[in-house]
């Protein structure tokens, strides 16, 4: 459905005086979701995640700039391609009620969602209601303002927003952010449930605990690229699934394994493994190259020693 | 909301006790003399007693204090005095030349309102743009012209060189109040309303477009884009509702600086409303007609503000009406 062949971001910032510099938070990142399959991608916060869900969706503000491939059904997302396509193909689910307009009642919010998506007026409301009662939420709540809904409710309704439409691909960015565990659960149990129905879902989160157990694949995001792309299963206390020394880590680090600390930086060595500095096994080798991704029949790994 | 009532009744009370005790004060103050005023040009043919006998007349051998707590003691009967200039209640004369001035500046407040609105929205819905450039530069230039300046330039353009508009005044000069057709009072308002308007129109212009602006950038505008909603989708579904808010307030709040603008304007094309009487009230010293013009127009802003409040409330569903008055 959607593959992402060494994505590229980088920001131009303005410095002191006229000096210029670039920021590359996203580098050299590959990744592919297939329909009816979702795809965690997990990484610490603030990592530059979220620039992957606005780069597919080409919201990207001006100053960034996108290299690399995004093929979505085998053809090129162009910047067209893109404004046709979001909000019908690909859905987004924001982050948190920040995301909805503080004035506009959430029905109408959905409603407009809806016509977006290209469905005409009485269709739009009608599909509003159904995604409303998909979600569980009461025909009231359509009536209130985004500031008088619960967290969890708010996620239910940013839910109805982005499968109001019949959108393919399903973006879902740090969907258990500020939610307690019965409330994420929830959330990543509709998620699912998307991927089930036949869609493909990519979920962005820094929870690998949360939505291990909900994931078919597990892409691994460190100093600006995906390290390992592997099935989920594979995180077990057994770690020999896990080919990268990172991805070990992350697994290591959960508070009900050895609580290991990971020391993780968002920014990777210049010119070698992003990894390199941190990572026990690293060598002369770590630190001259970035590795090129290793495929294996269920993903691939980026690492001189896997 | 009945907390609320009586909160903002309570405030107007005790503004209008501050503004009438400064006011009367700095009057007091005043090196202008009243008698003085009075008698203009023929102070040579005024006697010592005669000015006494007019002093005595209006209370003015008495201190201040007790010139003020009289003073107040009518008000609160409801009784404004009389205008010694005009020789008139003052309701009377506030009431006339009111109406005279409402035409001017309700005009010029909608078209200010409207326009500086439009121009706003436009400039930061197109933010970077030659669009948003030009409309800034304009604003920038007109925030920094003087009203009097840009009444004269008008005259100059447009009564002087063009001949389209009189040169003063509110009715042509000879012609009975009753008999000033519509047309020709809509032709004395043209130039003081667009002075007026002109002036005020860049703060409309550069706050709506600061609004605006953050508006676009907001998190709930990218979510907006991300459902495949274009430019002028956010501008009409979002941005307008969480804008108007703000324009609205600031168009009420500004009544004031209207109440000052009108006072230049109305200097300028001499036209017979509550600003001249204003000029003519303090530089004559007509203490009552100008303290009657301070309580009024101080009750005309605070209306204003309070119905820009109001507003918030009704629009705004975050804020509720037992919070913070």
């Given at each position: 459905m959607l593959r992402v062949n060494d994505l590229t971001i980088s920001f131009t910032r303005y410095g002191r005086g006229v000096s210029r510099d670039a920021l590359?938070?996203?580098?050299?990142l590959n990744l592919d979701v297939k329909p009816g399959e979702l795809l965690a991608v997990i990484g610490s916060s603030g990592s530059g995640k979220s620039l992957l869900a606005h780069a597919i969706l080409g919201i990207l503000p001006g100053n960034c700039r996108v290299e690399g491939g995004l093929l979505f059904r085998g053809e090129p997302l162009t910047p067209r391609r893109q404004k046709a396509l979001r909000g019908r193909s690909i859905a987004l689910i924001p982050q948190?009620?920040?995301?909805?307009?503080?004035?506009?009642r959430l029905g109408g919010q959905v409603r407009r969602a809806a016509a977006l998506s290209g469905m005409a007026g009485g269709q739009a409301r009608h599909a509003a209601d159904a995604a409303f009662s998909r979600y569980g939420l009461a025909p009231a709540v359509s009536r209130y303002f985004p500031h008088q809904v619960s967290g969890g409710m708010a996620r239910r309704v940013l839910s109805a927003t982005a499968t109001v439409g019949d959108a393919d691909l399903i973006i879902a960015d740090e969907p258990t952010t500020g939610l307690h565990r019965e409330a994420s659960r929830e959330s990543l149990g509709f998620l699912r449930a998307l991927a089930d129905a036949g869609k493909s879902v990519l979920v962005i989160t820094h929870d690998l605990k949360a939505v291990l157990p909900w994931a078919d694949r597990v892409a691994v995001f460190h100093g600006g690229t995906t390290v390992e792309l592997t099935a989920a299963a594979n995180f077990s206390n057994d770690l020999s699934g896990l080919r990268h020394p990172y991805s070990r880590a992350m697994w290591m680090a959960l508070p009900e394994n050895e609580f290991a600390a990971e020391h993780a930086s968002t920014q990777g060595g210049e010119q070698g493994c992003p990894f390199s500095y941190l990572c026990g096994c690293s060598d002369a080798a770590c630190a001259a190259a970035p590795p090129a991704p290793v495929l294996f029949e269920d993903g691939f790994v980026r690492c001189h020693h896997a | 909301m009945l907390s609320y009532i009586l909160r903002r009744a309570a405030h107007l009370l005790t503004l209008l006790a501050a503004v009438s005790i400064l006011c009367f004060g700095l009057v007091s103050l005043s090196p202008i003399d009243p008698v003085d005023a009075y008698v203009g040009a023929d102070v040579f043919k005024v006697g010592p007693e005669q000015r006494e006998k007019i002093a005595q007349r209006w209370g003015l051998d008495k201190p201040p204090v007790e010139r003020f707590t009289a003073w107040a003691g009518n008000m609160l009967r409801g009784d404004f005095g009389t205008s010694a200039i005009f020789n008139e209640p003052v309701l009377d004369v506030i009431g006339k030349r009111f109406m005279v001035s409402l035409w001017l500046m309700s005009l010029a407040w909608v078209l200010s309102g409207l326009v500086g609105f439009a121009l706003g929205v436009a400039a930061g819905a197109m933010e970077g743009t030659w669009i948003d450039t030009s409309i800034r530069f304009y604003a920038y230039l007109l925030a920094g012209t003087p009203t009097f300046w840009l009444g004269l330039l008008l005259l100059i353009i447009f009564s002087v060189k063009l001949q389209l508009t009189p040169i003063c005044c509110a009715a042509p000069p000879g012609v009975l109040p009753g008999d000033v057709t519509f047309w020709q009072a809509v032709q004395h308002l043209l130039l003081p309303a667009a002075t007026l308007s002109i002036v005020g129109i860049s703060a409309v212009i550069m706050h709506t477009r600061q609004k605006m602006t953050q508006v676009m950038h907001s998190d709930y505008a990218l979510f907006a884009r991300a459902q495949g909603e274009r430019t002028p989708g956010i501008v009409r579904h979002h941005a307008v509702r969480n804008v108007v808010l703000p324009a609205i307030t600031l168009q009420f709040a500004t009544l004031g600086e209207l109440f000052g603008g009108s006072i230049l304007a109305e200097q300028v094309f001499s036209y017979p409303g509550l600003g001249r009487a204003t000029v003519e009230a303090g530089v004559r010293g007509d203490v009552p007609l100008l303290l009657g013009i301070v309580l009024v127009s101080a009750v005309f802003v605070f209306a204003g503000n309070t119905v820009a409040d109001i507003l918030y409330r009704v629009v705004d569903p975050r804020i509720g009406w037992e919070r913070a008055a």
């Open positions: 590359k938070p996203v580098c050299g948190s009620v920040g995301f909805l307009n503080p004035l506009v | -």
